[in-house]
């Protein structure tokens, strides 16, 4: 069975850019209402003013998923604006680049925040709010392919990704008697804003992955777009962009000194 996405609304956090922002513009194809949010405005209305042009409704609003109760606010206007949503994305989030013993606490709590608490806000005040309007919905969060397996210098990255993707799973059979979907999204190196934010935070100029990637191990934003709305239509529990990366994780599951041996050069 495929739902008709039609007149649906979607919420997706990080709207403005990168996977974001090619979601919110999938979505509109597919005949959806789009609520954006992120911190700045410029982004944001660019993809608000391409989503009006197909002829669906769209709005953002400027805000920090990491302050309290940005949640509640970002749920209120979507509602006020678009009526009840049907979907939620928790896409905002960024990378850091540091080997473990060097990453401070504070550099390690700043990135559960964006990546993972705020997942984990917003999930639970949307879970409340649909099961309440009693129609069913759908959350997802894009995770990465590094919540199920680690590369040197992102432990903090790798363990907020990770931690997300259990959250969907304990979520996923918590809320299904209520007709609530929940998927994790496992993108590959993707070529968005992100490896130049994390660069940032990192305090280096910029990280190597988009020159030692190899080729076939990078994709569009758009491609990982096309697989969420995908999963939208037919609801399943992970949306996965790359079968060899996904079959490489049962690998490192049954062999992991191999995969170790595998991994341990590739730094990013
Ligand atoms: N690119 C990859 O290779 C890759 C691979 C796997 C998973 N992912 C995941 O994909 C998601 C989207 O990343 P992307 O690749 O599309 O990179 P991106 O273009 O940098 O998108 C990240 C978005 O999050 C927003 N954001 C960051 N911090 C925020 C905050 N505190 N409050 C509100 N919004 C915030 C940013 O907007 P503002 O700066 O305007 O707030 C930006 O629009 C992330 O969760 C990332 O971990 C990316």
Redesign the pocket.
Known sequence: MSIDLKDRVLVI????????ASTAMAAAHAGMHVFL????SE?LQRIVDGIRSLGSQAFFME????ERDSEIRLLDEAEARLGTPWAIFA?????LSRPAHETTPDEMASIFE??FFATHRLFSEATRRMIEHGRGGHLLA?????SRFAIPDHAAYAAT?ASQDMLCQAVRMEVEPHGIHVSSVH????T????D?AARHSGVDDLSVMKDTPRAFIQS?DRVADAIVRCLRKPRPEVWTSRIVRYATVIRNLYPKFFDRRTRNMKT
């Open positions: 956090t990080g709207g403005g850019t990168g996977i974001g949010c992120g911190r700045r982004p805000l920090d998923v990491t896409n905002a989030g960024r990378g964006v990546n894009c995770a990465s392919c590094l990704k993108p590959i190196t993707t968005t804003e992100f490896f934010t934003p």
